[in-house]
């Protein structure tokens, strides 16, 4: 069974930084790309940043780069997204997301994590 399961969410000031963590299970984590996407209040579904598992390239949405970096450890099954410069509308729920075929399994399928909330508020 895939599970993305996020940590790292809290409340920050603006001006301020976080680290959120994914960690992977259930499929061969090295083999595939990792995305983290979010969800303002109110807001739909925007992409923040994908970490490319083929060619080890980052990219990042424009209204995050140069603030936030996505890494993974592929020791530790676990992608994460240092955020710096944090400002009021970064404020979302943050879901790791992956495209990927389970250990075993004969198909891709997209899954989610179940969300970490970062607040920046002062």
């Known amino acids: 069974e895939v599970q993305l399961v996020e940590s790292g969410g809290s409340l920050v000031r603006p001006g301020g930084f976080a680290r959120l963590s994914c960690a992977a299970s259930?499929?061969?984590?090295?083999?595939?790309?990792m995305s983290w996407v979010r969800q303002a209040p109110g807001k739909g579904l925007e992409w923040v940043s994908t970490?490319?598992?083929?060619?080890?390239?980052?990219t990042y949405a424009d209204s995050v780069k140069g603030r936030f970096t996505i890494s993974r450890d592929n020791a530790k099954n676990t992608v994460f997204l240092q955020m710096s410069s944090l400002k009021p509308e970064d404020t979302a729920v943050y879901y790791c997301?992956?495209?990927?075929?389970?250990?075993?399994?004969?198909?891709?399928?997209?899954?989610w994590g179940q969300g970490t909330q970062v607040t920046v508020s002062s």
């Open positions: 970490h490319n598992s083929a060619h080890g390239t980052t």
């Open positions: 259930g499929f061969t984590f090295s083999r595939y790309s």
């Open positions: 997301y992956a495209n990927v075929r389970p250990s075993g399994g004969r198909y891709y399928h997209n899954y």
